[in-house]
């Protein structure tokens, strides 16, 4: 049996009002957010242009002290691997097509203490997650393709976590299932019954921001209600 994680909810501040960053992920985690979830896009890899490690060390330097979750879209990557340690990631996931050696990097990104992840996307079967389970802590299975915030959740990825999921079951791996891309509150519940345990949202978050004290405090609470179910 393999081993039981908490949820987590980690919302990505793709969505986020970047002029207001630091404050919005004090809000985020104020509210009871787990996680922030950090995208990483070099416009080649990926048809968008987001964030660098400088960022990452900027909120650092000025007392951000959640558990920051880095999803590297870049290609090469190991560079900026070795950049966004050095900025005080908390984990980094990176795709395999985008190392020279992934085995290298993973084991690289664990040597630090830092958890090593491996993301799948939609069309790309899990054949790399078998063969470097080994290397890594948490496995993100893609549910749109990567590149931009609120696109529709693809139905057909489901089968692929549910596949996931029963190896890891079966092979009583210690490592994350986690989810990212369309997540809101009409499938987050049915993602955590295919297996998932970590739950990437964006603007299923941010556009439901209100005007109060905490403007994330319904809906993060709203997120964790589905999740019990």
């Not at 000025?62 to 990557?77: G, L, Q, R, Y």
């Not at 984990?91 to 050696?101: G, L, Q």
């Not at 549910?143 to 009583?172: L, R, W």
Request: proline share 5%; aromatic share 8%.
């Amino acid at each position: 049996m393999s081993p039981a994680f908490n949820d987590i909810l980690a919302p990505s501040i793709l969505s986020a009002n970047l002029a207001y960053l630091a404050q919005e992920i004090e809000d985020l985690i104020t509210a009871g957010a787990h996680w922030i979830h950090f995208d990483v896009m070099d416009n080649h890899y990926v048809p968008n242009l987001t964030f660098g490690p400088m960022l990452l060390k900027s909120l650092r330097d000025n007392n951000i002290c959640a558990f920051i979750d880095v999803h590297i879209m870049a290609k090469p990557v190991d560079t900026l691997v070795d950049e966004f340690i050095v900025a005080g990631a908390n984990a980094i996931t990176i795709h395999p097509a985008t190392a020279n050696n992934p085995k290298a990097t993973l084991n690289k990104i664990k040597s630090h203490n830092i958890s090593a992840g491996l993301a799948i996307n939609p069309t790309e079967p899990l054949d790399k997650f078998f063969a470097l389970h080994a290397q890594i802590n948490q496995l993100l299975i893609m549910t749109v393709e990567p590149g931009f915030s609120g696109q529709k959740f693809i139905d057909s990825t489901v089968a692929k976590i549910k596949q996931a999921a029963k190896f890891i079951y079966e092979n009583n791996l210690p490592i994350r299932l986690c989810v990212d891309g369309g997540v809101d509150l009409n499938n987050i519940a049915m993602l955590k019954q295919a297996g998932c345990n970590t739950f990437i949202a964006g603007s299923s978050i941010f556009n439901k921001k209100e005007k109060n004290s905490n403007p994330y405090a319904h809906i993060i609470s709203q997120f964790k209600l589905n999740l019990r179910g």
